[in-house]
């Protein structure tokens, strides 16, 4: 291609380069190795409380053993329904280490929209906090048939000063428990699941403004690419 043909380059600043080098990585992998090379580095922030690069991604491991004992890897979807807290870290990159996809589902969804989404991307495991359980899962429950577990959190389940964990109510045919009891029984002992650039990463949802949104599929090399 023509310089002509891409006049925003003279806007480039010098010594920026005008084509990058897409590295070949899976974002499991980006993530992995990036935690690993900062691990006493700061991770996030929350309520006063700090986790470090290296606590995540031993809690990632945690979650990551937790979903492969319970069958589930490559081909699965893992439905991520909370706010910005530690555990959506936590339940993103321990998903991928264990092969599986993500859909994010929006705390504003409504519970019909929730139903559309869940039943849509087939999710088997859902991650939500525990206001939205009660507010906007429950009144749907039985309308996912294919979703078999649930894991409620609360806002302040990371802080080191909790012991318990918000577990939600019983609901036929489904497991309901908590997110930290779930990821917390298991050793971060995560299993070695290669994931190439073409695998599927997120099930991104449309807004649906002129139809039902339709999930979109980004995989492992869309996300590093864009990183």
Known sequence: MIYGSKPWLKSYDPGVEAEIEIP???LKDYFVNSFTGHAARAGCHYLGATMTFGELLESSGRFAKALSDNGMGKGDVVAINL???PQYLI???GALRAGCAISGLAPLLMPDEMAYQLNNCKARILVTLDMLFD???LPI???VPALETILVTGVFDPLPTVTEYPAGKPIDGKTVVPFMDFL???PDNVPEIACAGSDPCY???TGGTTGPPKGAVLTH???VANI
């Open 24 to 26: 070949d990585i899976s």
């Open 83 to 85: 706010p910005n807290t």
């Open 91 to 93: 339940a993103i990159v």
């Open 135 to 137: 507010a906007k899962f």
């Open 141 to 143: 429950a039985d309308q």
């Open 184 to 186: 917390q029984q298991y």
């Open 203 to 205: 099930l991104q949802y």
């Open 221 to 223: 090399g869309n996300m």
